[in-house]
């Protein structure tokens, strides 16, 4: 996908980090995935499982004298 952001995996709209599929930021294996919320919610399953890690993090920080 040629857009504004330019990712350093993309040559000619293929992605080179990802056996040169097709660039679909956010897909498996995209360095996108699991950082960002995209729109298409399809792609936020690493997203949503590092909030839940980040959650379980803090939830035992918060907890007194948690281990
Ligand atoms: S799929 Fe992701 S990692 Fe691959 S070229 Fe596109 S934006 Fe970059």
């Avoid at 080179?16 to 996108?32: A, F, I, Q, S, Y």
């Avoid at 298409?40 to 980040?54: F, H, I």
């Amino acid at each position: 996908m040629a857009g504004s952001w330019g990712c350093p995996h993309e040559v000619d709209d293929r992605c080179t980090r990802v056996n040169n599929l097709p660039c679909n930021p956010g897909m498996k294996g995209c360095e996108l995935a699991g950082r960002y919320r995209f729109a298409d919610d399809s792609k936020n399953e690493r997203y949503w499982e590092k909030r839940a890690r980040e959650e379980q993090v803090a939830a035992r920080d918060r907890s007194p004298g948690g281990t």
